[in-house]
């Protein structure tokens, strides 16, 4: 298993895992002919350097992971760095095969290596196994999330 950059090839396989899903399919649009706004998205990642589009490789090179990172500098922790992780996938095939666990020991270095003191999550309640999985990697439910949609 390796860890690369995504790159706008990868495009149309991460759009798939990211909308094969229950909670996503309601929201996102996957078809052959992705909309412009997704590349337009990459874009604006790929060239913020707090943004890190992540993709796993099995050993026939084919993406079967990804995630996003953000690196969030702020005032408080003494002008500290916070790390947000985002946009977890494994693709359906792959799954329960220790790939999760893997991005989120990758992800765990990677925060250390950016200098930052926490890396969080948020995941909606309605994802009760996903909710247990990140527990068993240690980590704690120590805020309540609230959102505003536009």
Do not use: C
Not at 19 to 44: C, G, Q, V
């Amino acid at each position: 298993m390796k860890f690369r950059k995504a790159t706008i090839k990868d495009i149309p396989t991460i759009i798939k895992m990211i909308s094969d899903d229950a909670l996503a399919s309601k929201r996102e649009y996957f078809t052959t002919t992705l909309p412009k706004t997704y590349y337009d998205a990459f874009e604006r990642i790929d060239s913020d350097s707090n943004q890190e589009l992540t993709v796993v490789i099995d050993d026939k090179d084919e993406v079967v992971g990804v995630f996003q990172m953000t690196f969030i500098p702020y005032l408080t922790y003494q002008g500290g760095i916070r790390a947000q992780m985002e946009g977890v996938r494994v693709h359906k095939g792959h799954r329960n095969q220790g790939i999760g666990k893997s991005i989120f020991q990758w992800a765990i270095q990677r925060t250390k290596e950016r200098k930052a003191h926490l890396l969080q999550l948020t995941t909606d309640k309605k994802r009760p196994d996903a909710i247990r999985f990140y527990e068993s990697l240690g980590f704690k439910p120590s805020h309540e999330g609230m959102k505003m949609h536009f």
